[in-house]
């Protein structure tokens, strides 16, 4: 089990670039989150997918970020384009059957700088 | 709605001494209840998980938390701290009927030698 599989680690970028984060699920789970953190919000789930398909994105700040999951084993969340105050660490976890008591699996995450 | 409070940011305890981290929930139905721990630079781990069988957890790493429904309690413990259980830890509760996940704010433990 190779567990969930995030890159880039780490992600400097200036005010206004285009940022792409990816995921790799673990093989065989059907729901994916993406999560963001920071010292003041704490853990906060931007966006889930069950099946491929997005089930609640009620969490993405706003029209600049977007997440597409094309098939079973990858995703993205990108942010277009980025500020200073998007710099967190964006964790990808996934989960076996995607229900409320299928645990989560956390990536190492994607520190992300925004200068 | 589903919340969690961990209180306490910041616990420190000796080497050898017992672990006691505090999460308080709050749910409209009954809820299912998980430890996580991170290392830095890592992501969160699996501890453990209630899911409403025995009350009574036991998770990795000698931890082990206990659900009580009368205290909207989920505590957990480890009789014996270890260096190495120095990281932060989250308390999560999620929703039966939603696939949604509420995660407290962390407490962070010091182990001292």
């Known amino acids: 089990d190779a567990g969930v599989i995030q890159s880039p680690r780490h992600e400097v970028t200036e005010m206004g670039q285009e940022v792409t984060l990816r995921c790799k699920p673990i093989?065989?789970?059907?729901?994916l989150f993406w999560y963001r953190q920071t010292m003041m919000r704490g853990l906060e789930l931007l966006i889930y997918f069950n099946n491929n398909v997005p089930i609640d994105d009620s969490g993405m700040p706003e029209d600049r970020f977007s997440a597409k999951m094309p098939n079973a084993s990858f995703s993205t969340l990108k942010i277009q384009p980025s500020e200073p105050r998007d710099s967190a660490v964006y964790f990808c976890?996934?989960?076996?059957?995607?229900?409320?008591?299928?645990?989560?699996?956390f990536g190492n995450g994607t520190r992300l700088t925004v200068t | 709605a589903q919340s969690v409070t961990q209180l306490g940011s910041h616990v420190s305890v000796s080497e050898g001494a017992l672990v006691l981290l505090r999460c308080n929930y709050s749910?409209?139905?009954?809820?299912?209840l998980f430890w996580y721990v991170q290392y830095p630079n890592q992501g969160l781990q699996l501890l453990l998980k209630y899911t409403s069988a025995a009350t009574l957890v036991k998770g990795i790493n000698g931890f082990e938390a206990e659900f009580k429904k009368s205290e909207t309690s989920f505590h957990l413990t480890k009789p014996s701290a270890h260096m190495s259980d120095a990281a932060e830890y989250f308390c999560?509760?999620?929703?039966?009927?939603?696939?949604?996940?509420?995660f407290g704010s962390g407490t962070k433990l010091n182990v001292k030698p």
């Open positions: 976890a996934s989960s076996l059957t995607g229900t409320s008591n299928s645990p989560l699996h």
């Open positions: 749910s409209s139905v009954p809820p299912y």
């Open positions: 093989s065989g789970h059907n729901s």
């Open positions: 999560a509760v999620s929703d039966p009927n939603f696939n949604k996940f509420y």
